[in-house]
């Protein structure tokens, strides 16, 4: 009989802790759930790229580059390709005179015009030499020993310039002081040296007069 009791009264106690159980899970739970509420990650806006140091303010500065300057242009202007001297030559209206008296040499009166490439004439600034050749007719090489060599005449200043221009003419004029002689031919050449570095020859053959 005490068997039976004591097998009832364990019954009861494992029926009462039994009943407990989903208690103490419910409080759990309900304890719990306010915690993993919290702990969950909020959702953060996304962060706008990092821009280098830099990099947009390139394509400005490129603009800014290739800009022309105006004032740039003015002071060194850029002249058409053909609207440059590319040749020299010697006019026939050039010629060699008498000495006025016995005291007086001769003068060789020289007409050199310049030309673009679309074979107009032109005034341009340069240096002009001049030099005189002894004629050898009957030569393959017809220019013989140098008689004379005159003194360069700089062009590239715009009052001299002007003062050897002739416009009716589109040519310079120049007279030079030589001991050539009327009655014997020479070879005159004249070279135009260019700012630019080139060098512009022609030649004449300047024959005996009577």
């Excluded at 919290?38 to 800009?67: F, H, I, L, M, N």
């Excluded at 002249?79 to 008296?101: M, Y």
């Excluded at 360069?152 to 009052?159: C, I, R």
Aim: with cysteine; aromatic share 8%; glycine share 6%.
């Amino acid at each position: 009989m005490m068997a039976d009791f004591g097998l009832r009264i364990a019954d009861s106690e494992r029926k009462r802790r039994g009943a407990r159980r989903p208690l103490l899970i419910v409080l759990l739970l309900f304890l719990l759930i306010p915690h993993w509420g919290c702990s969950q990650p909020q959702a953060t806006a996304p962060k706008p790229p990092a821009q280098r140091a830099g990099r947009e303010d390139r394509p400005q500065e490129a603009d800014q580059a290739v800009v022309p300057n105006p004032q740039s242009a003015i002071r060194n202007p850029q002249l058409p390709a053909g609207f440059v001297p590319v040749k020299i030559g010697i006019l026939p209206l050039t010629e060699l005179s008498s000495p006025s008296d016995a005291n007086s040499g001769a003068k060789l009166s020289v007409f050199v015009t310049l030309l673009d490439a679309f074979g107009s004439q032109m005034k341009a600034p340069g240096v002009l030499r001049f030099e005189l050749y002894e004629y050898i007719p009957r030569s393959a090489q017809s220019k013989g020993p140098r008689l004379n060599l005159w003194p360069d005449v700089d062009l590239t200043n715009p009052a001299q310039n002007n003062k050897y221009w002739r416009g009716f003419l589109r040519a310079y004029e120049f007279v030079l002081d030589t001991q050539a002689s009327r009655d014997k031919t020479y070879i005159l050449e004249a070279t135009c040296l260019c700012p630019d570095g080139r060098r512009l020859s022609g030649e004449y053959v300047l024959k005996n007069s009577p």
